[in-house]
């Protein structure tokens, strides 16, 4: 493993073990290429885990000055930017209690003051939300009394300076491409059923722990396993399941669910990306000898932090079960719906007419990703999955 990628490997944790602490001791000292990591911590969303390893270890002196300073200011305003976050949640806890009413928060806001104990570790500017279809007016009546605004061209999401807050019916956004609901087995009110209160909250849900994975295994495909932050999330809820649950529990959910190859993809890259111990026969059971060739090609390129790109979008396919589901979908992708549209044209008059330009446009760079990926695997070679 090349010492950078250890590097990365070493801090995406939000605390050290005994050995990675002593690496870190060891190594710091060593000639780096500092500009070079800054950016890339920076790309994976480590800054401030960079900075309270080594703050905690006594080793900021080892950075050089200028860039001790820019850490230690994300530090700082990520700390303050969660925790007027918080605020801002717990302003909406108390406007819901009033109605009795409940949502549920998921992704980054629902670990804040949970799995992350200091919540500058986990840089966000938003807050997602899963809301009863019915009570879509109510809560948007909420957010606008709190100083939030609709956003013109995405009607879910409200602003309120720099945080914005995100409406969702589920957590693969159905409501955008309506043919993701035939990728799940689960039922709204199960979903419901199976969350629980957020640090003691009688309206602030949290998923529960077989549904928090599956979560953030589809938010990690749908960002295209593009900053090893979100893999932190996952490993750090993983811990919960080494407490309080037990693999074959948590298999088993997820084939109830139809979501044991999104998690399969996601345990196996954190397996290698930041070294998450994910027992052979946990892999072996999610059906990692099944899966697909192209599927096995994306996830090694992931490994080689090679780009995917649009390329991992074809992974999404591999959710979907049945060929007539599988047409839905591509269709649904390619020739979205007329608000869609409108959202990725706003300055066309006609976004009918610009449908066959996106659908090119897709199949020209899903093609241009793969071959640029090929070019390098040609030159280096792929590693074990």
């Known amino acids: 493993m090349k010492r950078e990628d250890k590097l990365f490997q070493v801090i995406a ?14 190594n710091i000292s060593e000639k780096w290429d500092w500009p070079s990591v800054e950016e890339r911590i920076f790309q994976e969303g480590l800054s401030a885990l960079f900075y309270s390893h080594l703050r905690s ?36 806890e108390e406007a819901l209690a009033e109605r009795n009413m409940k949502v549920i928060v998921f992704k980054g806001a629902a670990l804040l003051n949970t799995v992350y104990r200091d919540p500058a570790l986990r840089p966000m500017e938003d807050i997602d939300l899963i809301v009863r279809e019915e009570q879509l007016g109510v809560l948007k009546e909420i957010l606008e009394t709190m100083g939030f605004v609709q956003n013109g061209l995405y009607p879910y999401t409200f602003s309120k300076g720099i945080l914005s ?26 979903l419901w059923k199976r969350a629980v209160p957020l640090s003691g909250s009688r309206s602030l849900y949290r998923l529960s722990l077989p549904d928090e994975l599956t979560a953030l295994s589809f ?30 529990d948590v298999i088993a959910s997820s084939r109830q669910a139809r979501s044991e190859r999104v998690l399969l993809y996601a345990l196996l890259l954190a397996r290698h990306l930041i070294d998450v111990d994910i027992p052979d026969d946990v892999l072996d059971d999610l059906g990692k000898e099944r899966l697909a060739r192209i599927e096995k090609y994306l996830l090694r390129l992931r ?33 979205p719906k007329r608000e869609i549209m409108m959202q990725i044209f706003p300055s066309s008059s006609h976004p009918a007419g610009t449908s066959f330009r996106r659908a090119a446009l897709i199949f020209l760079r899903v093609a241009g990703d793969l071959l640029s990926s090929a070019r390098f695997v040609l030159k280096t070679g792929l590693p074990p999955l």
């Open 57 to 92: 270890l006594d080793l900021l002196s080892f950075l050089p000055g200028d860039m001790r300073k820019r850490l230690g200011r994300i530090y700082a305003e990520t700390s303050l930017i969660n925790r007027h976050l918080l605020k801002i949640l717990e302003t909406l």
């Open 219 to 248: 938010h990690l495909l749908k960002h295209r396993y593009e900053r090893l932050m979100w893999f932190v999330d996952l490993a750090e809820v993983l811990k919960d399941v080494e407490a309080s649950w037990a693999w074959p």
């Open 165 to 190: 807050v995100d409406l969702h019916r589920d957590f693969i956004s159905s409501h955008r491409i309506g043919s993701r609901r035939e990728i799940l087995n689960i039922h709204a009110e199960d």
């Open 13 to 26: 944790r939000r605390s050290l073990s005994l050995g990675d602490a002593a690496w870190l001791k060891e």
């Open 303 to 335: 490994l080689m932090n090679v780009p995917l790109g649009t390329a991992a979008d074809i992974l999404w396919m591999f959710q979907i079960h049945g060929v007539a589901g599988k047409i839905r979908f591509v269709a649904e992708n390619v020739f």
